[in-house]
């Protein structure tokens, strides 16, 4: 089957600009996550979505970004008045309920933002 | 919190042979999973190798093992007969049994290893 798709592929903004940041996770997959990967460093977690509720959101870094996930399936991230620090790459990932065992995360190949 | 410690930035490895990166991680909890993951040029984490602290027998997958020293708090990787295609950046992970960090990965600042032919 289809694994996790993001889009778009790459994103240029310029400061102060709003963006929007799709995920479409595998099908039957509840748990929805995302997370922010800046230049040289590994993934950090920005929220978890179990349904289409945002069951964590302690990950986000201000008031600026804000994500949803009305239908429990596709999620998008939003970035309000962008700022050059919001540059990164930014990866979905979803999976099965987390508690249940060790449940894989599928990551998508991620949206590279640029605020210029 | 949980930290992750990836201490070799860049590693290279001949063709055909076997490498090891390293990881060390804090934290105060009994029971966890341990993950290896690849990230190639087209940004796709893969998951390569996962570990449950709770077994003590080391994970393998084909040419893919760790050495899990849970005293220690180290998990290391090791490639052998490495292949050009296991040139990426690699990244360890350290996700929580249950409660709030069971759905959290914390990664390290990765590995990135070249191979030479």
């Known amino acids: 089957g289809a694994g996790v798709s993001q889009t778009p592929s790459n994103k240029v903004t310029e400061k102060g600009k709003y963006v929007e940041l799709r995920c479409d996770p595998i099908?039957?997959?509840?748990?929805l996550y995302w997370y922010r990967q800046s230049l040289g460093q590994g993934p950090e977690f920005l929220i978890y979505?179990?349904?289409?509720?945002?069951?964590?959101d302690s990950g986000l870094p201000n008031d600026r970004f804000f994500a949803v996930r009305p239908e429990g399936s596709v999620s998008t991230l939003k970035i309000q008045r962008t700022e050059r620090g919001d540059s990164a790459v930014y990866l979905c990932?979803?999976?099965?309920?987390?508690?249940?065992?060790?449940?894989?995360?599928?990551f998508g190949p991620g949206t590279r933002l640029t605020v210029l | 919190a949980q930290t992750v410690t990836q201490s070799q930035p860049e590693m290279s490895v001949q063709e055909a042979e076997t490498v090891t990166l390293s990881c060390t991680y804090d934290?105060?909890?009994?029971?966890?999973?341990l993950f290896w993951y690849k990230q190639p040029p087209s940004r796709q984490m893969i998951l390569v190798i996962r570990?449950?602290?709770?077994?003590?027998q080391n994970a393998t997958e084909n040419r893919f093992s760790v050495n899990f020293q849970k005293a220690a708090k180290s998990f290391s990787l090791k490639i052998s007969d490495s292949q050009l295609g296991d040139a990426a950046m690699y990244f360890c992970?350290?996700?929580?049994?249950?409660?709030?960090?069971?759905?959290?990965?914390?990664f390290g600042k990765g590995t990135k290893l070249s191979v030479i032919p």
């Open positions: 570990q449950e602290a709770y077994k003590q």
């Open positions: 934290t105060s909890e009994s029971d966890y999973y």
């Open positions: 992970a350290y996700r929580s049994i249950s409660g709030a960090g069971s759905y959290q990965l914390t």
């Open positions: 099908s039957g997959h509840t748990a």
């Open positions: 979505f179990q349904g289409t509720g945002a069951a964590d």
């Open positions: 990932a979803s999976s099965y309920f987390p508690g249940l065992g060790d449940n894989e995360q599928f």
